[in-house]
């Protein structure tokens, strides 16, 4: 067995420990559920490292971490393809090895401000539903040659190990477009390994799909097959979730109208101030620095981060970048976040402090969370507030 | 000659009997300026057709147009290239023709509105420096391969035939990265045909640059030159044009600081209400059909056009979507434009009626222009708003 296998099984191992709370995750994680296990990473950690540990990376379940004998495990590749395979995780080791920087998000980071608004179901996430890691294992697209993809397959379909106890799904399944699963420069990746190390059970142990780019739901953990086909996944977490609606739709209109909304694929153009927290105490007139982080979908990168210290009336302050991507990275291949600063001389307090992103694009962000509030709390990207209260100084 | 080169001859004779307005153009145009001739589509005909007439669409020179003589006209492939090209027309018309719609928007389109807030430099459009058309030609992919790509190269440099009179440049001369140009699937097109006819004067006979998604500054028109480089253009489109900065940055300034933005390539999600126009008197409680454009840069498909008729507060209208590329195009392969309409069954008016689109990666437009004013006035994707006045019924 490889180095590479040795550390993978000594992995699973440690998997067996917990019962509830996936092995290896950090006490550092906020919990927002613990059946299935829904953790994010407190957003004052994110910008301290352009690389998240996978200790501290967010988690989102939706069933509970399999137990996955790594001897007999094979993934499936299957559906409108010449020859179907059966591949273990010592053939996937033989492949060639590649590594993509990447951001995964959830589509409800920051649900918790449209729920402010009117509730809403689903994980209560603030805005540490994110991270980015360094990702190695397999390109999709080599998996897809070696299995033959026929004439007529548009769309690649994903299905997870994991059981989930919903009334209409027992397992986790969804699907990206083929344009995106057979391009090798769009990165997709069959992933045994996170910042170098054996994928740990809670991220998606023994292999884990990374759609760079995507949303977070289409970067499926623990897979199990591969399916080509001429259409979507016809699963729940494609069809009835992660699609974005007008705030006239409500959960009981959605069900009669649901075909005619797209799934969420691409991410918007978001960012977030991580430091300082809302509600932070700071004497009137010193100096700060604001942190954060700024990410956009389809690999366009952040050209601009502005901020505001009056609320979004003005954007006085562009910060200093520092990217997740090397600078050279071909045109639309931006697939990892970007982190920035702004040391601001003399902030008078109290004030609001409000920050957008712009992408490649010539995107940015909506000015206010209620102009795209929808009923299931995703895709929020407005400017991010945080309010900075006076004190006296140290 | 095939028919094809015959009917390219007839097309540049007719180029001859006009010298400022370029021959075949509508006098429907608005002109917005005589030398270099530009001139814009009145925003209402846009939406009564998918595609554009030739004679109908917006026309971008920074020079004169030039005359060709198509038995001498050669196209240059040079550069980074294991062979150097030079192309005939005729060259052309032998290799595989192919077909692609795509929008050409102007970075300037919607101008004016960013002009009322604080006077613009550049050519005053309204919203209709857009327009959408089928495109054929020979994809630039074919001639880098016969060319031979070296393997620093990163850039791909366009230059045109027209004389540029402007301090910093006698031509024009833009580029694209070289994973968009290389790509087959980036769809980018030598094109001697729009919309089933030879390419007129004022669009670029005899061949132009089609970069579907991006920009209509880099779809060259009159291509005489296509150079492969390991970096960006250095000429003045690409450098101290066409680049997106923060309102607090002027002319004086953008001297000094130039290096710090990048070139716009991709285009962000944008609208506009064509149909009424602004000032339109309509009886109050009456029925209206209000009609637009959507379009976003990239490939990304336009999912969704909210309309407001309370000038934003709320979007209690979605429109009915006409796409001007087939729905099932490849994912991000959505280079059309879509039109929109919505049956307003009763509008109250005096009101402001306000338009916003959403793209696939769930990117919208902001809510005021001031957030967005730039000194250049490029890439105006402010949500459009249009009043509409009482009037007694018809
Ligand atoms: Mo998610
Ligand atoms: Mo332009």
């Known amino acids: ?98 590594t993509v ?66 009334q209409q799904a027992s397992t986790y399944q969804v699907s990206i477009p083929l344009s995106k699963a057979a391009d090798p420069n769009g990165d997709v ?13 809670a991220h998606g142990f023994p292999l884990r799909v990374i759609v760079p780019g995507f949303v977070g739901a289409r970067s499926v953990k623990w897979i199990q097959s591969i399916t ?35 799934a969420i694929q691409e991410m918007p153009v978001q960012s977030a101030i991580c430091f300082p927290p809302n509600g932070y105490k700071h004497a009137s007139g010193t100096p700060l620095t604001v942190r954060g982080y700024a990410h956009s979908g389809g690999g366009k990168r952040i050209t601009r981060v502005d901020l505001s210290v009056d609320g979004g009336n003005s954007w006085s302050h562009s910060a200093i970048l520092t990217r997740g991507t090397s600078s050279d990275a071909p045109y639309a291949h931006d697939w990892s976040w970007t982190l920035w600063e702004v040391a601001v001389p003399s902030l008078s307090t109290p004030c609001q402090l409000a920050c957008r992103a712009w992408d490649a694009a010539g995107n940015s962000q909506p000015a206010t969370v209620d102009s795209i509030w929808n009923f299931r709390g995703l895709l929020n990207n407005a400017q991010h507030r945080v309010r900075v209260l006076p004190s006296a100084s140290l």
Chains 1, 2 share one sequence.
């Open 1 to 98: 067995m490889t180095d590479r296998g040795m550390r993978a099984v000594g992995s699973v191992c440690n998997a067996m420990d917990s019962a509830q709370q996936p092995a290896g995750t950090s006490t550092a994680l906020i919990v927002r559920n613990e059946t299935p296990f829904n953790a994010e990473t407190p957003a004052m950690l994110l910008p301290r490292a352009v690389l998240t540990p996978s200790s501290q990376f967010f988690i989102r379940s939706h069933g509970e971490v399999p137990n996955v004998n790594v001897q007999q495990y094979r993934l499936k590749v299957g559906g409108l393809v010449k020859n179907e395979l059966l591949v273990s995780l010592a053939d996937l080791y033989r492949l060639p090895c590649e």
């Open 101 to 166: 920087s990447a951001t995964v998000v959830c589509a409800g980071n920051r649900r918790n401000e449209m729920s402010r608004i009117s509730p809403i179901k689903g994980v209560g996430w603030d805005s540490g539903a994110i991270g980015n890691a360094v990702w190695s294992g397999v390109k999709l697209y080599r998996l897809l040659e070696l299995a033959g993809v026929q004439q007529n397959v548009r769309h690649v379909l994903f299905e997870g190990l994991d059981h989930i106890h919903e």
């Open 189 to 201: 990746l069959l992933a045994y390994e996170m910042n170098g190390e054996p994928l740990a059970p």
């Open 228 to 262: 080509l086909s001429d259409c979507e996944s016809d699963g729940m977490f494609q069809q009835h979730d992660y699609k974005l609606t007008p705030g006239f739709i409500d959960a009981e209109t959605f069900k009669r109208v649901w075909r005619e909304y797209p």
